[in-house]
């Protein structure tokens, strides 16, 4: 039975990774010049506002998996504070760290309307730092990462998130180009 | 109010307050469709992989499952050496493979 658990574990925590690109991308694209022409697009806004409803299960699935399975030797503490485990300390307390980061960013968006708009911005931008603990996650002790066709797919769609990123922190940082 | 005064020119949709959105060629549901879709892929896909390749050697954790086959195991192997701290008595190994006075089955060649 811990081989079935095992398994879910591995396809979860991948499905979570693509999910929460997904989320990131339909974030941050349309708010980049490439893809500023989704700016104004009502439909990649639904996206991103509905993207929980596939991240949560994902991520949710991932962590009951590795907590049944008995091989892994996950305890419930281990799934909220990070660095516990008595193995890879430093790769599953990455995958922890951007857990944690994620119940974040959720409970400060659906507290938005309590927040002032420039206080819940700067919550939502820890999206990003667990965008990045969570590739950090994956590639420190994802076990599919080792084969060469998940480990390109996960790196380059990762490549991809990161210019959009670098390049709105680079517009945010040159105001002129934007009234350009 | 003066006839010549400069009139301002009218806020543009697309930057004003009131600003629309449109639905795009795609409608929402297409693309939450779409999300759905591809985050199930991935987990069948990574699930039929995992299914696949079970062991994987060369694996970047790999949790140590030595006492718990011990513990399991104890009274069948006699040759398990098992790292313990509380037990302080010396481990004993002896080999499990007697020989036999019986004809070969195969035959090994050595270079």
């Given at each position: 039975m811990d081989?079935?658990?095992?398994?879910?574990?591995?396809?979860?925590?991948?499905?979570?990774?693509?999910?929460?690109?997904?989320?990131?991308?339909?974030?941050?694209a349309?708010?980049?010049?490439?893809?500023?022409?989704?700016?104004?697009?009502?439909?990649?806004?639904?996206?991103?506002?509905?993207?929980?409803?596939?991240?949560?299960p994902a991520?949710l699935?991932?962590?009951?998996?590795?907590?049944?399975?008995?091989?892994a030797?996950?305890?419930?503490?281990?799934?909220?504070?990070?660095f516990?485990?008595?193995y890879?300390?430093?790769?599953?307390?990455l995958?922890?760290?951007?857990f944690?980061?994620?119940?974040?960013?959720?409970?400060?968006?659906?507290?938005?309307?309590?927040?002032?708009?420039?206080?819940?911005?700067?919550?939502?931008?820890v999206?990003?730092?667990?965008f990045?603990?969570?590739?950090?996650?994956?590639?420190l002790s994802?076990?599919?990462?080792?084969?060469?066709v998940?480990?390109?797919?996960?790196?380059?769609?990762?490549?991809?998130?990161?210019?959009?990123?670098?390049?709105?922190?680079?517009?945010?940082?040159?105001?002129?180009?934007?009234?350009? | 109010?003066?006839?010549?005064s400069?009139?301002l020119?009218?806020i543009?949709?697309?930057?004003?307050?009131?600003?629309?959105r449109?639905?795009?060629?795609?409608?929402?549901?297409g693309?939450?469709?779409?999300?759905?879709?591809?985050?199930?892929?991935?987990?069948?896909?990574?699930?039929?992989y995992?299914?696949?390749?079970?062991?994987v050697t060369?694996?970047?954790l790999r949790?140590?499952?030595?006492?718990?086959?011990?513990?399991?195991?104890?009274?069948?192997?006699s040759?398990?050496?098992?790292?313990?701290?509380?037990?302080?008595?010396t481990?004993?190994?002896?080999?499990?493979?007697?020989?036999?006075?019986?004809?070969?089955?195969t035959?090994?060649?050595?270079?």
């Amino acid at each position: 039975m811990d081989l079935v658990f095992w398994e879910i574990a591995r396809a979860s925590g991948l499905a979570a990774y693509a999910a929460l690109c997904i989320s990131v991308l339909s974030g941050v694209a349309p708010r980049t010049q490439a893809l500023s022409f989704l700016a104004h697009n009502r439909a990649v806004r639904a996206l991103h506002d509905w993207t929980p409803w596939i991240v949560i299960p994902a991520a949710l699935t991932h962590i009951v998996a590795l907590l049944l399975d008995a091989t892994a030797r996950i305890g419930v503490l281990d799934v909220l504070v990070p660095f516990l485990t008595s193995y890879g300390q430093l790769a599953i307390g990455l995958g922890t760290i951007s857990f944690d980061l994620l119940i974040v960013v959720l409970v400060t968006t659906w507290m938005r309307r309590r927040l002032s708009n420039n206080a819940w911005q700067w919550w939502h931008r820890v999206s990003y730092l667990g965008f990045v603990t969570m590739f950090l996650h994956s590639m420190l002790s994802g076990t599919d990462l080792t084969s060469p066709v998940i480990a390109a797919l996960s790196w380059a769609s990762a490549i991809g998130i990161g210019y959009y990123a670098l390049e709105r922190l680079g517009r945010a940082l040159n105001p002129a180009r934007i009234r350009a | 109010m003066n006839a010549k005064s400069p009139t301002l020119p009218p806020i543009p949709a697309k930057t004003g307050p009131g600003r629309k959105r449109s639905p795009g060629p795609v409608p929402a549901w297409g693309l939450k469709l779409g999300g759905v879709l591809t985050t199930l892929a991935v987990f069948l896909g990574s699930f039929g992989y995992a299914g696949a390749h079970l062991y994987v050697t060369n694996a970047p954790l790999r949790p140590a499952t030595v006492a718990r086959v011990a513990t399991t195991d104890a009274s069948t192997a006699s040759a398990t050496a098992v790292p313990s701290t509380a037990n302080t008595t010396t481990t004993t190994l002896t080999s499990a493979v007697r020989t036999t006075t019986r004809s070969a089955v195969t035959v090994t060649k050595s270079s």
